[in-house]
């Protein structure tokens, strides 16, 4: 009973939370004592963006949280994978993209019920667009939307990985013009 209320109260408060209560909510588990230590640490740290690969400091990435947890297992805050920069152009991509499928009449928000298109889960559902065309693509759960992304956002790097899967896997799949034949939803 007591692990599910702690469960029930943490994302209430972490919401709340600023920097230095989280600190304090995690003492013991945490390799600064506060944020500002973090914080000049940080700025001394070097860190590569996964998106651009130029060398930042650790200051230059938005704080992040795995789940409810806030710091990592080397006791430093969760970092995001894209400097500020990467994550500021990327914004401003996705409300690019979503005034031109409202010009479109397209829906920016998934209606309810709505599957990812991959794993078919409700949960979560985000709108994905076309990092170059900035046309919608369709829905997909946030962490499917953001394994596209890690795996470099186009149908060739996926390919690749397909690829590299199938070495091993050597299963028999069929392709027609625009796609693999996985099962008989293409
Ligand atoms: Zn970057
Ligand atoms: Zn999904």
Redesign the pocket.
């Known amino acids: 009973m007591k692990r599910i209320a702690a469960y029930k109260v943490l994302p209430l408060m972490s919401n709340k939370m600023n920097k230095r209560d989280i600190y304090a909510e995690f003492t013991g588990k945490t390799k600064f004592e506060s944020y500002e230590l973090e914080d000049e640490y940080d700025k001394k740290t070097d860190r590569i963006c996964n998106k651009c690969n130029i060398t930042k400091t650790r200051h230059d990435f938005q704080n992040n949280t795995c789940g409810d947890k806030p710091f990592g297992s080397d006791l430093l805050r969760y970092k995001r994978g894209e400097c500020k920069e990467c994550q500021h152009k990327e914004s401003l991509g996705k409300s690019e993209a979503m005034k031109i499928a409202k010009t479109m009449g397209l829906d920016t928000k998934a209606p309810k019920g709505t599957e ?1 298109e ?2 078919k ?1 409700t949960k979560g559902i985000v709108f994905d667009h076309c990092h170059q065309s900035k046309l919608f693509r369709g829905w ?2 946030d ?2 939307n953001r394994s596209i992304g890690v795996l470099g956002d186009s149908s060739e790097s996926v390919a690749r990985v397909f690829n590299y899967l199938n070495k091993f896997e050597k299963k028999k799949f069929s392709f027609t013009e625009e796609c693999i034949i996985v099962s008989n939803d293409c």
């Open positions: 990812c991959l794993c889960k997909l759960c962490p499917c």
